[in-house]
């Protein structure tokens, strides 16, 4: 079957990894007429994350707010500058970020745009969301906090949240979540985890999905190998019951 043109492409956690990014886009091509979304956490942990920023912010592409951008601009517009939250935020690499800037300091343009991040897109057949959604609450009551950081709460949900879309996300990496290979995709109740860690020396691919044509584009920052495949060919599937005994995720990572 033939793939169709006008694709919308979602892309994972990139983390500062901007050759790597480039690679993927490379194997991508997206055109004018293709709408590309990014779910977040472009910054933190990779070498070149001002780098990043300033190429998805200058081209315009669509972009969703992360649980480390919210941690930078909570830090940095004073909303939360304890030392402690300073720290945390260092430790989850911040400090990459804060040198990936040539005078370590961010610019106010790129602390405006962060600002002006959506925490969620419905695209009508998706919905798109950094980390996922509480299932007790309804759409108008999550907040930025579960948008961008919640995690086993939306992984165990027994039931889609819509029965109409398949809620997109990263935030997890997908091998922390059972029975999933580094590298793969997983699947849930409704939903669809496509952070396949590019900064993690157990993995290093960063993923674009075509949502159009169902094809998932990698590339890895390590090996700088980058691959096509089916959708279906990199997915797992991840029942809820098999989370039991399992460990619990970090909130904060």
């Given amino acids: 079957m033939s793939e169709i043109s006008q694709r919308r492409v979602v ?12 690679l993927l886009l490379e194997k991508i091509a997206p055109t ?5 979304y990014f779910l977040g956490d472009l910054i933190d942990r990779g070498p070149k994350s001002a780098d990043v920023v300033e190429f998805v912010k200058e081209n315009d ?7 480390h951008e919210q941690m930078l601009l909570n830090i940095m517009t004073g909303k939360n500058g304890a030392s402690t939250n300073m720290q945390t ?7 990459a970020t804060i040198a990936s800037y040539q005078s370590a300091t961010i610019p106010k343009q790129h602390l405006d745009w962060f600002e002006s991040l959506p925490t969620y897109l419905d695209l009508g057949d998706f919905w798109l969301t950094h980390a996922g959604v509480d299932p007790k609450k309804s759409v108008q009551e999550q907040t930025a906090e579960e948008l961008c950081w919640i995690r086993d709460e939306f992984h165990r949900i027994e039931q889609p949240y819509f029965a109409d879309k398949l809620i997109i996300v990263g935030h997890t990496i997908t091998f922390t979540l059972p029975g999933v290979a ?33 094809l998932v584009y990698q ?35």
């Fill in 182 to 214: 580094p590298g793969n995709l997983a699947q849930g109740q409704g939903w669809l985890d496509i952070d396949t860690g590019a900064y993690h020396p157990r993995s290093g691919w960063l993923t674009g999905l075509d949502i159009t044509n169902k």
């Fill in 11 to 22: 892309i994972g956690d990139v983390h500062g990894h901007y050759e790597c990014l480039m």
């Fill in 219 to 253: 590339a890895n920052v390590f090996s700088r190998s980058v691959r096509t495949v089916a959708w279906e060919e990199v997915m797992t599937i991840v029942q809820p019951q098999e989370f039991a005994g399992s460990r619990r995720h970090r909130k904060r990572e």
């Fill in 61 to 67: 592409y669509h972009c969703l707010l992360g649980n």
């Fill in 89 to 95: 935020w260092l430790y989850s690499g911040g400090q």
């Fill in 32 to 36: 004018s007429e293709d709408q590309v």
